[in-house]
């Protein structure tokens, strides 16, 4: 079971452009976190948000958590082609147990 | 500072065949889990361990195993490898307490034919 439904999937835009990544469950998360992946590697923690309500800035990255805990969105302002890559959300649903959405595979062209 | 190692990168294995792949970490970190990632379907847990002498299942156990000797290793074993195995294998660590930050290695691409 898939609890948690990121959108969109795909996301092919020009540099300069903003966007935005979205991450949705009926389930109610202990924290969440926003990874980043690139071929071949393996998956890089940008953020961890705990509290309802959390907004934290990364530079051009900006996360929030919904007030309910049960979703979050990534925006990107100004895209560059360096942000390309697979962003991943993933829930802590107990103890030393996280759910992952199925990713969001961002290509941003110069 | 190697942070979170894996081998091998790559490995082909026929139907039937074990095999062990290696997970080691030097940033003395307590809970160590096992992941698969399959396309479109996200990462998916198999098994964690929250200590040396301690492990658990995940979301997807079945076929694997696991142990942890040491604080440094938590190796994987398919005993039998089977072709619903081909994947993409992530070994994580973390520290215990705290926010919840995880460190990924690079991954094991196995082909199970």
């Known amino acids: 079971t898939q609890l948690l439904e990121q959108s969109p999937q795909f996301l092919s835009i020009q540099e300069g452009e903003n966007l935005t990544v979205y991450c949705n469950s009926s389930?109610?998360?202990?924290?969440l976190q926003w990874y980043r992946q690139e071929p071949g590697e393996g998956p890089v923690l940008l953020v961890t948000v705990v509290t309802g309500g959390e907004v934290k800035k990364l530079k051009r990255l900006t996360f929030q958590f919904g007030d309910a805990r049960k979703d979050s969105s990534l925006h990107i302002t100004a895209a560059q082609p360096g942000d390309t890559g697979l962003y991943l959300c993933?829930?802590?649903?107990?103890?030393?147990?996280?759910?992952f959405g199925t990713g969001t595979r961002l290509l941003v062209s110069p | 500072n190697a942070g979170v190692t894996q081998t091998p990168k790559f490995q082909v294995l026929k139907t039937g065949q074990s095999m062990t792949l290696q997970c080691a970490q030097d940033?003395?970190?307590?809970?160590m889990s096992w992941y698969r990632q399959d396309p479109g379907m996200g990462l998916r847990l198999i098994h964690y361990?929250?200590?040396?002498?301690?492990?658990d299942q995940g979301e997807v156990p079945n076929g694997y195993n696991v142990s942890r000797s040491t604080t440094e290793d938590f190796p994987l074993r398919l005993l039998s490898a089977a072709p619903s195995q081909t994947s993409v294998y992530f070994c994580?660590?973390?520290?215990?307490?705290?926010?919840?930050?995880?460190?990924f290695g690079a991954g094991t691409r196995l082909s199970v034919l």
């Open positions: 361990s929250v200590g040396a002498g301690i492990t």
């Open positions: 940033m003395n970190h307590e809970y």
């Open positions: 389930s109610v998360f202990s924290s």
């Open positions: 994580a660590s973390r520290p215990s307490g705290g926010v919840y930050i995880q460190y």
């Open positions: 993933a829930g802590e649903i107990g103890f030393q147990k996280l759910v």
